[in-house]
């Protein structure tokens, strides 16, 4: 009887480290995912979020080409 009741408690308990495993593979995969996507917009806004630099026309008469 009494190890009829250890086998029961043990399967309860791989199922319950089971379920827990499955969700914390799930959440690790959705913030990989999520993180992926931040990154991807992050990327895009660095690299289109710089000003241009001004051109300056260069005077040929300035042989020193100072502003």
Request: aromatic share 8%; glycine share 2%; net charge positive.
């Amino acid at each position: 009887m009494l190890f009829l009741i250890k086998t029961k408690t043990m399967e309860i308990n791989w199922i319950v480290i089971g379920i827990v495993a499955f969700f914390v593979i799930i959440l690790v995969v959705i913030t990989i995912k999520k993180n992926q996507k931040e990154k991807k917009k992050l990327i895009d806004l660095l690299n289109n979020d710089f000003k241009k630099a001004e051109e300056n026309e260069v005077n040929p008469d300035d042989s020193a080409n100072e502003k």
